[in-house]
């Protein structure tokens, strides 16, 4: 499921995959219902995307839920009154470490579901990282019993998946554009500096907005969340107007 924001107006407008957090176990797509209806009003269609949580499935099945939800959007751009080819991926938390993957996997078959039909591509123009990691095994990651939960065993039972499910592992010429927007909490950054050596050396436009002395989730409160719109919407108008 997906909940839509939209204006039904002539003009197509880009549109924006928003990833809900909570460590890949819990949190459902209404925690982006007022982040949504803030950027829909600047301008810009919003799709709050549902996936199947660690204690249904494990990875890389929510990756393959959201890159789905991609190409339904694409197939009804025109109801949806969405431009297919402006599209970004946002999250938050776990679903900002998911938005990076997903961008930074554009095209890349083992990361696509082959049982979903679709005349589109999953394939996003913009990233937008919420305060998630870019590195699951990292000098900066702390990320324990959650991650392995999602990840189908330890950085020591399973570190393949621990490697190809971190956003820094496929970060190369053709990542696309990236906003990272993060609290001053650096575990959930871990990785980050990391892709931006990588971005810099391709000339690959990027931005990092630190709010300081935020708590992890300051999307959801005041007076940070105001900000995180207003990083979100200058970020896209740089990207898709």
Known sequence: HLDAFFTKNKKKNPAIIMIHGGGWRSGNKNQ??????????????????????????????????????????????????????????????????????????????????????????????????????????????????????????????????????SALSHTNKNTPPILFINSSFERFHAGRDDMIAILNQNKIYNEVKTIQDSPHSFWFFQPWFDETVQYTTQFLDRIFK
């Open 32 to 165: 982006m219902q007022v982040l949504a209806q803030q950027i829909t009003a600047k301008g810009y269609a919003c799709f709050a995307i549902e996936y199947r949580l660690s204690p249904e499935a494990k990875y890389p099945q929510a990756i393959y839920d959201v890159k789905n939800a991609i190409k339904f959007i694409k197939d009804n751009a025109k109801k949806f009154h969405v431009d297919p080819d402006k599209i970004a991926v946002l999250g938050c938390s776990s679903g900002g470490q998911m938005a990076a993957l997903i961008g930074t996997t554009n095209e890349n078959l083992a990361f696509e579901d082959r049982a979903y039909k679709s005349k589109s591509s999953s394939k996003v123009q913009a990233i937008i990282d919420i305060d998630g990691i870019l590195a699951f095994k990292h000098p900066e990651s702390n990320e324990g019993e959650m991650a392995a939960f999602w990840l189908n065993g330890t950085y020591q039972e399973n570190p393949e998946n621990w490697n190809q499910a």
